[in-house]
């Protein structure tokens, strides 16, 4: 009976293991698959990144070390390209022109954004339909925008009637040099400025009000409150929208394409411009995929710059 007994006991003890060894197995399988799966669930996407950012850069930075023959015929030139970029007028004027065009468009849209998005922190009625109508034109794709301000560019157009009590003739809005740029700017300010009320009314909405009420409790003026309270839950989101803002205008090209095609006389002839005209109109893609990486680099000194100066740590 004992002996019985004995060897229930055991048989019970070796199934308890064998059924923690199969638990202990179990466990150790789906912690490797749990592992390993999360970085295979990454794969279509990495996957999808390389093939619409890392292979075009790739591409673009291989072509830029090539000077492209008749006859489709390529040869390997270095920096020959980039060499020649300090040589190239129009490359240069290009930069002079893209550097105006983000000093005024994105200058007056940070202005104008944060007057609008500091009117409608305020309680005014149809607040909810004043944001509506002022995003509206966020939304709508550059080649409509280009399109509907090219009609009201026209000669005798809207524009031309507004102006006309004032200055008695047609402006040439996208036709004089003098005016074409400041045509271009208007388009684009009258496009992204909903992009900075949206960003900068989101902060202001952030800021405590518990916090503000002390302040007017302890008598601190206007200016000190905003300086003290509200800069310092927007100084990220400031810092954000403008490497954005500069990001975008840096590489604008649709609207300036259908309003003015980078005239008249080169008016317009941002950088963006130019390349397109570089790689399709003379075929010159080496030039060309030159001045793309060029501009990226640009870009990201920009946006270091940004970051740095703010001390920002997104």
Known sequence: MATETGTDVRSTADLDEQLGAEQSTRERVLLWVDERLKWLMTLPAVFLLFALTFYPLLRAIRMSTQQYLPGGRTTYVGIENYVNLLNNGAFLESLVVTGKFIGLAVGL???????I?????????????WQTLILVPMILSPTVIGLIWRLMYTP????????APFIGRNVGWISDPDVALY????????????????????????????IQEAAIMDGAPRWRRF???VFPYLKSLIVLVLIIR??????VFAKVYILTRGGPSNATNVISMEMYRTA???????QASAMAISLLVVVLILAMSFVKIADIEF
């Open 246 to 251: 500069v990001v975008d205008a840096l590489r």
């Open 109 to 115: 849209e940070f202005v104008l954004g944060f007057g």
């Open 117 to 129: 998005a500091l009117v409608l922190n305020k309680k005014i009625k149809m607040r909810g339909l």
């Open 280 to 286: 399709f109109r003379f075929s010159n893609f080496g």
């Open 183 to 210: 045509a271009v700017v208007a388009t684009d300010v009258w496009q992204w400025t909903p992009l900075v009320v949206l960003v900068i009314f989101a902060g202001l909405q952030s800021v405590p009000d518990d």
């Open 227 to 229: 300086v003290d309270i």
């Open 156 to 163: 005798d157009g809207l524009l031309d009637f507004m102006a």
